[in-house]
Nanobody, 123 residues
Framework: QVQLVENGGGLVQAGGSLRLSCAAS????????MGWFRQAPGTGREFVAA????????YYADSVKGRFTISRDNAKNTVYLQMNSLKPEDTAVYYC????????????????WGQGTQVTVSS
């Protein structure tokens, strides 16, 4: 079983930055893709960004392109999400996800979820 532990959420003013991290442990099967989803109150879980085993294979939601950057350190089994130029509409609980094998842009096939970390952007 895979465990995911997230860190880095918090409260920031619009235009500010935050960096999320997510460390995987337990039974991970390489290669595996990692990514982030978010969920605002009263909405479904929305794809944010994902990265494949080999850096350079990345996908972003249109709403975060040019502002968010996903990266990973395979030696540490950790994925990062650098969030710049944050907007109030980015406010949500952010969830880390792992999928064994190919990269993902939906919740289908996700093998493990983190517990979620709150990001709040004030206007």
């Amino acid at each position: 079983q895979v465990q995911l532990v997230e860190n880095g959420g918090g409260l920031v003013q619009a235009g500010g930055s935050l960096r999320l991290s997510c460390a995987a442990s337990g039974r991970t099967f390489s290669p595996y893709s990692m990514g982030w989803f978010r969920q605002a109150p009263g909405t479904g879980r929305e794809f944010v960004a994902a990265i494949g085993w080999i850096p350079g294979n990345e996908y972003y939601a249109d709403s975060v392109k040019g502002r968010f950057t996903i990266s990973r350190d395979n030696a540490k089994n950790t994925v990062y999400l650098q969030m710049n130029s944050l907007k109030p509409e980015d406010t949500a609980v952010y969830y880390c996800a792992v999928r064994f094998g190919q990269i993902f842009t939906t919740t289908t096939g996700v093998n493990a979820w983190g517990q979620g970390t709150q990001v709040t952007v004030s206007s």
